[in-house]
C-alpha cells in the first residue's frame, strides 16, 4: 500500500477525461449489446463479456503489478460478483426491447435506490434533500415509462430488476470493509461471472458450435469488442478515481446517458421523445446529486471510497 505521504498529487482535469472516456465505452458497448442481439442469443454474448473481463484483468495485474490474484474474503467476491452478473444478464436482455438511451437512464437509479435501501434496510437516517432526489428519481422513471402508454410493456421489469440488483451490489461493496484491491475485484467479478454462465450455457440447447461456425466474422469481431469495451471503462473508471476526489467524478458519470443518446442515434438512427428527454434529465440530476451527496458523506466519516463502491454504471 502506497504510504500517505507519497500519495500523487490529486490530478482533476485528468480524471474528468478518463470518466468521458468511460462513459464512452459503456455506452458503445451497450449498443453494439444491442446491434448483435439482433443475431445471437443473450448468454454467449454475456459470456465473452466476463470471460474477457477475466482475462485482460489477469492481464493487467500481472503486466503492472497492480494488487494480485490472491483474495482475503472470497464470498464477499462471489457475492458481489454473482449481483454484478444479475445486473448485466437483465440489463442485456433488456437491450432488445428497449432503445439504449432510455434503458440507459433508467439503470443509472443506482444511487437513487442505494440511498432508499440503506433508509430502509440498513435504518440510516435519510435527510429530506435525499428523500427528495429519491422521489425525483423515481418520477423521472416514471415519465420515460410512461405506464399506460404501451411503449415498453412488462419488459420494462427487466431495467428495474437490474436496478436493483446493482443497488444491492453497491450496498454490499459500501458496507465492506478492508476487501481486496480494485483490480483483483475487477478479475473475480469477470471470474465468478464466467464460472456461472458457463454451466447455465453448456446445459441449454444452443448450437454454440453451428453459431460460431454461421456467424458473421464482424459479429464476433464485436463480440470480443463487448467484452474489451466493459473490461477497459471499469480499468478507466479505477485510475480516474486514483487522479480525483470520488465527489468531483461522481456527476459526470451521468454523461453515459448522453453518450448512450448519441451513439444510439449514430447507429439505429433512434432519438427519444421530448418526454424522455425530460425523464431522463430528471433521472441525470436526481442520480448524479445523490452520487455526490453519498460519496461526500462517506469522505466526511472519512471512509475510503473503493474504485468498486464509486462505481455508479451498470455493464
Given amino acids: 500500500m502506497t504510504p500517505i505521504g507519497s500519495l500523487p498529487a490529486p490530478r482533476p482535469l485528468a480524471g474528468i477525461a478518463l470518466i468521458v472516456a468511460t462513459v464512452c465505452c459503456f455506452a458503445t458497448m451497450d449498443t453494439t449489446v444491442r446491434y448483435v442481439g439482433q443475431r445471437l442469443p443473450v448468454l454467449p454474448i454475456l459470456w465473452v463479456r466476463y470471460a474477457m ?3 485482460l484483468s489477469a492481464l493487467w495485474i500481472v503486466a503492472f503489478r497492480s494488487g494480485g490474484f490472491r483474495t482475503t474474503q472470497p464470498r464477499f ?3 458481489r460478483g454473482t449481483l454484478l452478473l ?5 440489463t442485456f436482455v433488456a437491450l432488445q426491447h428497449i432503445p439504449v438511451p432510455e434503458l440507459t437512464s433508467i439503470n443509472m437509479l443506482g444511487p437513487v435506490l442505494v440511498t432508499a435501501l440503506a433508509g430502509w434496510l440498513l435504518h440510516e437516517p435519510v435527510s429530506t434533500l435525499r428523500k427528495g432526489l429519491v422521489t425525483g428519481g423515481f418520477i423521472g422513471a416514471l415519465v420515460v415509462i410512461r405506464p399506460g402508454s ?3 410493456g412488462w419488459v420494462v421489469l427487466l431495467p428495474v430488476c437490474a436496478t436493483l440488483s446493482y443497488a444491492a451490489f453497491q ?3 459500501s458496507r465492506m470493509t478492508g476487501h481486496d484491491n480494485a483490480y ?3 478479475f473475480y467479478s469477470g471470474l465468478v461471472g464466467v464460472v456461472l454462465v458457463t454451466p447455465v450455457l453448456l446445459a441449454g440447447d444452443l448450437p454454440l ?3 460460431v461456425q454461421q456467424a458473421r466474422s464482424a459479429d464476433l469481431w464485436l463480440l470480443l469488442a463487448i467484452g474489451t469495451l466493459g473490461t477497459t471503462g471499469h480499468l478507466l473508471l479505477i485510475r480516474a478515481l486514483g487522479m480525483a476526489p470520488a465527489a468531483t467524478l461522481m456527476p459526470f458519470l451521468y454523461g453515459q446517458i448522453a453518450a448512450a443518446a448519441l451513439v444510439a442515434w449514430l447507429v439505429f438512427g433512434h432519438l427519444p421523445d421530448a418526454w424522455a428527454w425530460l425523464g431522463m434529465a430528471i433521472i441525470a440530476v436526481c ?5 455526490w451527496l453519498n460519496v461526500r458523506s462517506a469522505q466526511r466519516a472519512h471512509r475510503i471510497i473503493p474504485a468498486a463502491s464509486a462505481d455508479t454504471v451498470l455493464d
Fill in 86 to 90: 444479475l445486473s448485466s444478464a437483465f
Fill in 209 to 211: 458450435h453451428e453459431m
Fill in 77 to 79: 467476491q462471489a457475492l
Fill in 184 to 186: 483483483t475485484t475487477n
Fill in 287 to 291: 442520480g448524479a446529486a445523490t452520487a
Fill in 171 to 173: 450496498l454490499l461493496t
Fill in 53 to 55: 473481463q477475466a482475462l
Fill in 150 to 152: 404501451g411503449l415498453f
